[in-house]
């Protein structure tokens, strides 16, 4: 059964950090392009970060210079460091994967296979 599960979400002050985690299971996430997500209330689910298998990356303006999205091939996971959380950050944060020749509309679009569940990110002023 192919599944992801993010972990390390929760409340924060601004100007906090967080790393969200990624594992996947039922599969490998070599060869796959994964992305991170975010949806707030009443809001658009959003890209914010992706990663490729070649370990190239990619930002939301918006996050630039404060996040970093990593992959750990041995551990079948992938992360998302937060740093400097803004208020404007709260959303529940999603990943997702999908093979390179699916993103036709760019790493940070949502034409991905494989999504996890979502983990909270709370940061308060």
């Known amino acids: 059964q192919v599944q992801l599960v993010e972990s390390g979400g929760g409340l924060v002050q601004a100007g906090g950090s967080l790393r969200l985690s990624c594992v996947a299971s039922?599969?490998?996430?070599?060869?796959?392009?994964i992305g991170w997500f975010r949806q707030a209330p009443g809001k658009e689910r959003e890209g914010v970060s992706a990663?490729?298998?070649?370990?190239?990356?990619y930002y939301a303006e918006s996050v630039r210079g404060r996040f970093t999205i990593s992959r750990d091939r041995a551990q079948n996971t992938v992360y998302l460091q937060m740093n400097v959380l803004k208020p404007e950050d709260t959303a529940v944060y999603y990943c997702?994967?999908?093979?390179?020749?699916?993103?036709?509309?760019?790493?940070?679009?949502?034409?991905?296979?494989?999504w996890g569940q979502g983990t909270q990110v709370t940061v308060s002023s």
């Open positions: 997702a994967a999908a093979p390179l020749e699916t993103l036709v509309s760019g790493y940070l679009s949502d034409d991905y296979n494989y």
């Open positions: 039922g599969f490998t996430l070599n060869g796959y392009v």
């Open positions: 990663i490729t298998s070649d370990t190239s990356t």
